[in-house]
């Protein structure tokens, strides 16, 4: 089971990697602003085909190097699990590099050729929405809450036919952490399954009230697709959040019984996994970063083809990673690499908010640990 888990890990890291160039933004080729004029140009394409071949080849040698040497390891699961670390490791490594070699390749093109000459740049601003804001699907709230109940109430119903000693933590198939039969056993999947939702709703509240990344060449339909990436990405997080809790539930209801999860339950929990983030990652590319991708048929393409997003790289540090700009009042701002938004580290509120997001994180992991 744990040649399939890492086998699963290596497939998405490189099925990621690959399919990240069409999600970003076609003036963010791997994190460098550029105008929309040359989000076409032959540099850039064919950094992409080349990012593109080399993940391809290195997660199929992971692949065929990693599961051959897991198969032949002799050991427990742990033991396992830690060989397969390194052809995931080493992908992660690749995937990285390769990153960093399409970047500088495209900021050495943008800077040689002066792609900014002569470009008016400028910054779009949609009040609207502020003065009548997106709204958060609460809705589709109600399924990752809903779930904790259904937890909570197996526990209950489980709790008389417990044995003495219930298994609390599992590599897979053995039980490697047990606790003493008492309410806390029911209570800590329900603690991870509401820290969690309430984790994720929170942010994602938060983040309806993040800066709008809008195109100065098209404010009017970046502003509509803005709108409809918050509310499909809303969506689909909330869906894998349920996805995740019902992942827990199935875990810790054969433990309950006195025994690791077997087969039923792990495709069980395998298939709730996949589903959330299946539908996650079919949402995103079909919306791309900020809802690039999204058709508006209502707002016409390019409304000033003359003008260009400024060009911010230099408040991106950390290979575009991390976003650095202490006259920027935002606190969460879209992400440059990837699905979603990051904090503003140059805002002393954005490390008040991280470090009370990564304590919460934090507890979850140490809690169950320790019981």
């Keep these: 089971m744990t040649v399939a888990w890492i086998s699963v890990a290596l497939f998405t890291i490189a099925g990621s990697a690959w399919i990240m160039p069409a999600v970003q933004q076609p003036t963010l080729p791997f994190g460098v602003r550029v105008p929309a004029q040359r989000a076409g140009d032959a540099a850039i394409a064919g950094q992409i085909r080349s990012f593109r071949s080399r993940v391809a080849v290195g997660g199929l040698l992971g692949l065929l190097a990693g599961i051959p040497l897991?198969?032949?390891?002799?050991?427990?699961?742990?033991?396992?699990?830690?060989?397969?670390?390194?052809?995931?490791?080493?992908l992660m490594l690749l995937v990285g590099l390769c990153y960093l070699r399409a970047r500088q390749a495209i900021q050495r093109v943008k800077a040689e050729d002066g792609w900014y000459s002569g470009v008016s740049q400028?910054?779009?601003?949609?009040?609207?929405?502020?003065?009548?804001?997106?709204?958060?699907?609460?809705?589709?709230?109600?399924?990752?809450?809903?779930?904790?109940?259904?937890?909570?109430?197996?526990?209950?119903?489980s709790y008389p036919e417990m044995p003495d000693r219930v298994p609390m933590r599992t590599n897979g198939s053995t039980v490697v952490a047990w606790q003493t039969k008492s309410p806390w056993v029911v209570a800590v999947p329900v603690i991870l399954e509401l820290a969690t939702t309430v984790l994720l709703?929170?942010?994602?509240?938060?983040?309806?009230?993040?800066?709008?990344?809008?195109?100065?060449?098209?404010?009017?339909?970046?502003?509509?697709?803005?709108?409809?990436?918050?509310?499909?990405?809303?969506?689909a997080l909330l869906v894998l959040a349920a996805c995740g809790n019902l992942t827990v539930l199935f875990a810790f209801l054969p433990m309950w019984q006195g025994r690791a999860p077997g087969p039923l339950a792990t495709a069980a929990m395998v298939l709730c996994t996949l589903l959330g983030t299946v539908y996650l990652v079919v949402v995103a590319l079909r919306a791309g970063q900020g809802g690039s991708r999204i058709s508006t048929v209502a707002a016409p393409a390019a409304e000033r083809p003359?003008?260009?997003?400024?060009?911010?790289?230099?408040?991106?540090?950390?290979?575009?990673?991390?976003?650095?700009?202490?006259?920027?009042?935002?606190?969460?701002?879209?992400?440059?690499?990837?699905?979603?938004?990051?904090?503003?580290?140059?805002?002393?509120?954005?490390?008040?908010?991280?470090?009370?997001?990564?304590?919460?994180?934090?507890?979850?992991?140490?809690?169950?640990?320790?019981?």
């Design 70 to 90: 897991m198969l032949t390891v002799d050991g427990d699961e742990e033991t396992v699990a830690l060989v397969g670390l390194v052809p995931m490791v080493a």
């Design 201 to 235: 709703v929170g942010l994602l509240a938060w983040s309806y009230r993040s800066r709008a990344d809008l195109d100065p060449s098209a404010p009017k339909r970046s502003a509509t697709q803005h709108r409809l990436f918050l509310r499909r990405i809303s969506r």
């Design 122 to 157: 400028r910054v779009a601003v949609d009040t609207s929405l502020r003065t009548g804001p997106e709204r958060l699907p609460w809705p589709w709230v109600l399924p990752a809450l809903l779930v904790p109940l259904i937890t909570l109430a197996a526990g209950i119903a």
């Design 306 to 371: 003359d003008t260009a997003h400024a060009d911010d790289d230099r408040y991106w540090r950390l290979a575009g990673l991390c976003y650095v700009n202490r006259d920027d009042p935002a606190i969460l701002v879209q992400k440059r690499i990837g699905i979603g938004w990051t904090f503003n580290f140059g805002n002393p509120r954005s490390l008040l908010l991280l470090t009370a997001v990564l304590a919460a994180l934090l507890a979850g992991v140490l809690v169950p640990a320790l019981v």
